[in-house]
């Protein structure tokens, strides 16, 4: 079954067009790996998938149905997390958030049955005994890997991660990267990954789309990942190269890849 399929998608705000005439489709179980340069359209189309943003023309369904009638199989990880921090709220209330509003309400104490879920998650990203840490002094790596399991606690069959690895220094980075590995490999979920930085997600990517405004390239990584499409979509002196059968992409030292920043 297709996970998700856009057809002709235009998204908007306010008559301001962010995306373009988008047409895709996305088999369920794969891993999209979303890219393009600052202001491309990626958060726009993940909060469209996501049943976020609805201004669009066109058609955008997510398992069959509009995307806010599929939220329940969705989880969202925000490209800068909106966490207001300075409620002290500790890593294993931070997970059970993915859980708790799921259910609408929240609870002054977690339910027993929502702390197992959510120590088991905290294990599972590599973060066992973190439970009780306070949300707010975990590093970068630590927060985002807390927040990858709160998207998962609720069970999800589309996981969009919006620059999960942005802001985060090389070894945080490998962290994370390990943590979408696991994921991908144990639980046969569909995920869109926005990213900057391709190359440590290159392998786990199944698919890539390149997006500037309009659709540039979708396919297979080898496909879609053609110097000529870098270029087109980084400018000239972006490129695409191989090194022993590994794919990389060389498109780091424009001023749009502002690292970590977003709005
Ligand atoms: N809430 C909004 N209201 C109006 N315009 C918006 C809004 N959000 C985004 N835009 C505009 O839509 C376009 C796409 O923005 P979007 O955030 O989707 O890009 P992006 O590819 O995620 O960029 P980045 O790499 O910086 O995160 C930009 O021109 C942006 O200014
Ligand atoms: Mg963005």
């Not at 005439?21 to 891993?31: K, N, R, Y």
């Not at 994921?183 to 990954?193: A, P």
């Amino acid at each position: 079954m297709e996970a998700v399929k856009a057809e002709n998608l235009t998204v908007t705000y306010r008559g301001y067009v962010a995306i373009s005439d988008v047409t895709f489709s996305l088999e369920e179980g794969t891993t999209l790996l979303l890219l393009g340069p600052n202001g491309a359209g990626k958060t726009t189309l993940l909060k469209t998938i996501a049943g976020i943003h609805s201004e669009y023309a066109g058609r955008v369904l997510v398992f069959g149905k509009e995307p806010w009638r599929a939220r329940e199989n969705i989880s969202y990880v925000p490209q800068s997390h909106t966490l207001n921090e300075s409620v002290p709220l500790t890593a294993l209330e931070v997970v059970a958030m993915g859980a708790l509003y799921r259910s609408g309400f929240l609870h002054r104490k977690i339910p027993e049955e929502i702390e197992e879920k959510g120590t088991r998650a905290l294990k599972f990203v590599g973060l066992p005994g973190i439970q009780d840490k306070l949300f707010r002094n975990l590093s970068g790596g630590q927060k985002q890997r807390v927040l990858l399991a709160r998207a998962l606690i609720s069970e999800p069959k589309l996981l969009l991660l919006d620059e999960p690895l942005s802001a985060l220094d090389p070894s945080a980075r490998a962290e994370v990267t390990g943590v979408l590995r696991k994921i991908k490999k144990r639980r046969g979920l569909t995920m869109i990954i926005t990213t900057h930085d391709i190359n440590p997600l290159l392998e786990i990517g199944d698919r890539v789309m390149l997006i500037n405004r309009r659709m540039v390239a979708f396919g297979r990584p080898d496909e879609a990942l053609k110097d000529e499409i870098i270029k087109a979509v980084y400018g000239p002196m972006a490129r695409a190269i191989k090194v022993e059968d590994k794919l990389y992409c060389i498109t780091g030292d424009f001023h749009v890849f502002k690292r970590g920043g977003g709005r």
